[in-house]
């Protein structure tokens, strides 16, 4: 009974056991992957070797998501050098090591990073078991850039920016975006990169896609910025404007320079003033006993 009871349970964990092997380890049995996280425009070394046997004479292929030929070397041979049938992207970027051949390290260089090289890398070796020796998940997070030229037309439209109205002591800013996919966050930022107040901006949206207006009232010269952002996309342009008023100088009364302009200036006259009154009274007395034996 006790037995019996016993085998029961093993039966009831064996494919609990089971499933979690297959789900927590991620992949399919065997092959081990390494994943590796950089930023756009990093470079990388994806590490792959054949043990250490001599590599010279071998034949190694490096491919992404199982189809998109990334390097091939073929007993000397290379894409840019007797191999055709490597993949656009990588033209020009993929390097391997030559003098680390005969130690069997069939690792191989990415130049810059880019978010299109995000994927699975394997290196295969077709003439040995097993053909699969390394499997890299690569993860290249971006990077908020100027995308203008790498997006759709139209999907990142740069801000304009006008200075509607100005008088002596003020001037509103307004920034514009049209047609703009994902909706981007737009602000005003000052020289400094600190946030200028904004009103609440103005958005309409038409055929899926945003127009924002955002103004901003400013009460210095200085240069402005209007910021777009779209963080999806990893998107970021801006665009400056200058202003330039006619700011009275009492308008600026509380910088270090002219506090000590005023204290200097608030000592001399007392001082001068206390000479005159020195003067004063001497002179005063003078003539008091001059006029004195008159009296
Ligand atoms: C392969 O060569 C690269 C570049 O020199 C190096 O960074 C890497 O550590 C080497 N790998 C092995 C297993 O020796
Ligand atoms: C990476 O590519 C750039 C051109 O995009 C080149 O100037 C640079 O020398 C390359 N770096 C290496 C290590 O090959």
């Known amino acids: 009974m006790f037995l019996l009871q016993r085998s029961w349970t093993e039966m009831e964990l064996l494919p609990l056991v089971c499933f979690c092997l297959l ?4 992949t399919t049995f065997g092959d081990e992957v390494t994943k590796m996280i950089l930023k756009e425009n990093e470079d990388v ?10 590599i010279k004479s071998e034949t190694f292929d490096w491919k992404k998501d199982d189809q ?9 041979k290379l894409y840019n050098n007797g191999l055709s049938g490597q993949d656009p992207q990588f033209k020009g970027r993929v390097f391997h090591f030559d003098d680390q051949l005969q130690s069997g390290n069939a690792s191989i260089f990415i130049n810059k990073t880019k978010v299109s090289d995000n994927g699975r890398y394997s290196c295969i070796f077709p003439h040995h078991q097993p053909r699969t020796r390394s499997i890299i998940e690569l993860i290249v997070d971006c990077i908020l850039k100027d995308r203008t030229k790498e997006n759709k037309p139209g999907s990142c439209p740069e801000p304009s920016v006008t200075n509607l109205h100005e008088t002596n002591d003020q001037a509103l800013l307004e920034c514009k975006l049209q047609g703009a996919f994902p909706k981007p966050k737009v602000q005003w930022l000052d ?3 600190n946030t200028v107040p904004a009103e609440e901006p103005q958005v309409t949206e038409s055929r899926g896609a945003y127009n924002i207006i955002l103004n901003a009232i400013v009460k210095r010269s200085g240069d402005y910025y209007c910021v777009s952002t779209q963080e999806e996309i990893c998107h970021q342009v801006d665009r400056r404007i200058q202003v330039i008023l006619q700011e009275k100088t009492t308008a600026d009364p509380v910088t270090q320079g002219s506090n000590t302009g ?10 001068l003033l206390l000479v005159a009154v020195g003067f004063a009274c001497h002179f005063k007395r003078k003539s008091n006993i001059g006029t004195g034996s008159v009296v």
């Open 45 to 54: 070394i994806l590490p792959c070797s054949l043990d250490s046997t001599n």
């Open 68 to 76: 998109k030929e990334v390097f091939m070397y073929q007993n000397g």
């Open 262 to 271: 005023w204290i200097i200036g608030v000592a001399v006259l007392i001082g």
């Open 23 to 26: 789900t927590c380890s991620g």
């Open 191 to 193: 020289s400094d990169n």
